[in-house]
């Protein structure tokens, strides 16, 4: 197995992680199996696991899974979502971060979390506020390191300038949205990563699960993912159009479909490792069976020709854009102003 370093925090993790979304009641209910699935994933050698306090009771599964196996894994869970109705149970407030992190811990059945990540900017609070509460979490010895998942490239930088200025703990790694469809990283987060010596865990190297041929130009899309809220990029024809010439590139080059579109997102030098979200153990022996594969140049200029680098196709409804682009009011002038024009 290879290992690679995390960032600069001189953590070891292996080029493919296990996110647990989906292991508990979001995916597979069924607690047994998704704990012998995390069994699996160590066995053959993945040594990161991945979840979020938002993610049912995923955290719970993963608890139950380490018990005797917690030294040997770098452990990474994440905040912000809301939990329940109550108002104040969610964001980056110090108020909840200091809530949050006493609850992941005792559903993860542990005293540390390895990697403590917000999961999305919280445009309502100030980020010295959050850098401050988790840099209290680091010195109490309840976290080992923080990052952030899903942020701007400025967002990035203001992070690191603000930790620089306090005296705060920075973000050690960014969690972005990356795959074969999704490039748009390649542009300005994975360099600005880069130049701030921080490690990137990508999500959705599937593209949400359209990278596994399951999907497919002029047939129905309505298996378990496309039938789901807001999943309409299942149905995207721009999207599965480009996925027609990605299987047939696959045949060409003889591998699979879903460890071509694997090996593609950890073939970037800015990229440390890429998360894999199995539902079943079927498809996680399908991840594992290629952890080894490599694509040649040749294979990496055709996929470049297929969707060009820095550029997507559509994109994944689940993708945090920030308000700017989802408030109608933040991104129209009033009325009286436009006519007044």
Do not use: C
């Not at 069994?39 to 306090?53: E, M, Q």
């Not at 969690?175 to 360099?191: K, M, T, V």
């Not at 998360?275 to 069976?289: F, K, S, V, W």
């Amino acid at each position: 197995m290879q290992y690679r370093t995390l960032g600069r925090t001189g953590i070891k993790v292996t080029p493919y992680a296990l996110g647990a979304m989906m292991l508990g009641s979001l995916g597979n209910p069924d607690r047994q199996e998704g704990i012998a699935i995390i069994h699996r994933a160590l066995d053959a050698g993945i040594n990161v696991v991945d979840t979020a306090d938002r993610y049912g009771d995923s955290e719970e599964v993963v608890g139950e899974a380490l018990k005797g196996r917690r030294d040997d894994v770098v452990l990474a869970t994440k905040f912000w979502g809301p939990v329940d109705d109550d108002i104040n149970h969610r964001g980056a407030s110090r108020r909840w971060i200091v809530q949050a992190v006493e609850r992941s811990l005792r559903r993860l059945q542990t005293d540390h979390i390895d990697l403590y990540q917000l999961h999305r900017p919280d445009p309502e609070t100030d980020i010295d506020e959050t850098l401050s509460a988790l840099t209290d979490l680091v010195r109490q010895g309840k976290v080992r390191a923080i990052g952030s998942s899903s942020m701007r490239g400025s967002e990035i930088v203001e992070a690191q300038w603000m930790a620089e200025r306090r005296g705060f703990e920075r973000f050690r790694t960014e969690q972005p949205n990356y795959s074969i469809l999704d490039r748009e990283i390649e542009r300005e987060i994975l360099p600005v990563a880069e130049r701030y010596g921080m490690g990137t865990l990508v999500y959705s190297p599937l593209a949400g699960g359209t990278l596994t041929g399951r999907y497919r130009a002029g047939q129905e899309n309505d298996n378990f993912r496309s039938t789901r809220t807001g999943m309409r990029h299942f149905r995207d024809e721009r999207r599965l159009a480009a996925v027609e010439e990605l299987v047939k590139l696959a045949d060409e080059s003889g591998v699979k479909l879903t460890h071509l579109a694997m090996a593609f997102v950890i073939a970037h030098p800015g990229v440390t490792s890429a998360i894999a979200g199995p539902r079943t153990m079927e498809q996680l022996e399908d991840t594992l069976a290629g952890m080894e594969v490599s694509l040649s140049d040749d294979v990496l200029d055709r996929i470049d020709a297929i969707v060009p680098p820095g550029e997507s196709i559509g994109a994944m409804d689940m993708v945090y854009r920030g308000p700017e682009v989802g408030d109608p009011s933040l991104r129209r002038r009033p009325v009286a102003e436009r006519s007044a024009a």
